[in-house]
């Protein structure tokens, strides 16, 4: 269904990353218009193309409640901003407090000073923890043990404590793993340092770099290594205007959503999509497991299809793979 944002003005927290570039430029095609902040610690000004930026840091609360009352006619507040390396967030604790908790806080803040009463947040498999319970459900007890996961999870009790208070309409999403590309390949996946495994295979794949590490084939899966569920970018940009259509129609004022495919690959099965798509082997070496990762994660995804009306559908694992590789050639070429 393509439902039209009526030129509605769209507040894209973190819109200049990777999810945060596909988000507005699927609100763009949607007739709205995002409005990118970022602080563009991780994000490129290159991927900002479908409207204004403003640069901020959400931990900044003055500079924060300033942007929004340069923006004070906006409704609707898409967060996407956060450190999200989980590895880091184990050494640096109060810097994922610091970026993510406190500038969630800084942006609640500004949103009800402005009058921004519509929120969509990107949340995370991470708050689930480890569990046996498989396909995850939402309603599964929320135990992270990563900093970033346990983060995201003060965030989550945050935004239903403002909802509680004050009225504040909102969707939390829980991402599961974000994958692909645009298929036009003029956005895509551009982390520094990057640790995920798609963009890693891809490389290693190509050529360009040292053997790719496979972290673990010890776990306790069918073939040892880890399970997740990859949904394309894409789909995910797309389930937001699902939301923004959702909270428009007041069907619904608050509800937490996994966005995930209801399916999982191990490793080695990605890996062996990558050679069918490539017609490129990737050299691996088994190394040890990472530390902070879970061996299963896949979403229970039929919440997403009740709530909003949301199925994937640029989520199948060759699309994946075949955008993702797309994207990257033209960076590496
Ligand atoms: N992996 C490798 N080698 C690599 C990179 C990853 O073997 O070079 C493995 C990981 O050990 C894991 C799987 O591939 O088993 C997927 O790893 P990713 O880093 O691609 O994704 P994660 O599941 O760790 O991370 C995802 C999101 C993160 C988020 C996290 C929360 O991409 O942003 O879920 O669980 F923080």
Redesign the pocket.
Known sequence: MHYNLNNNPVIVVGGAGYIGAHVCKTIAKHGGRPIVFDNFSAGHKHAIKWGPHVEVDLRDRKATQKAFETHSDVKTVIHLASS?E?GIGEKYPSEFYDNNVSGALNLLMAMKYTGADRLIFSS???TYGETQNMPLLETEVQNPFSV?GKTKLAIEHMIQSYHKAYGMKYVTFRYF??SGADASGEIGEEHDPE????P?ALKAAAGLGPK?????ADYDTPDG??I?DYIHVTDIALAHIDAIRTLDEGATTHAEVNIGTGEGYS?LEILTMIQKVTGLPVPYDISPR?EG?LTQ?YADATNAKKVLGFSPQHSDLENIIKTAWNFHRKQWE
């Open positions: 999200i989980v995370t498999c991470a970033y793993n974000a640790t995920h495994l798609i890693n790719m590490k496979l972290f673990g290594t880890c997740r490793v990472r990762d994660l």
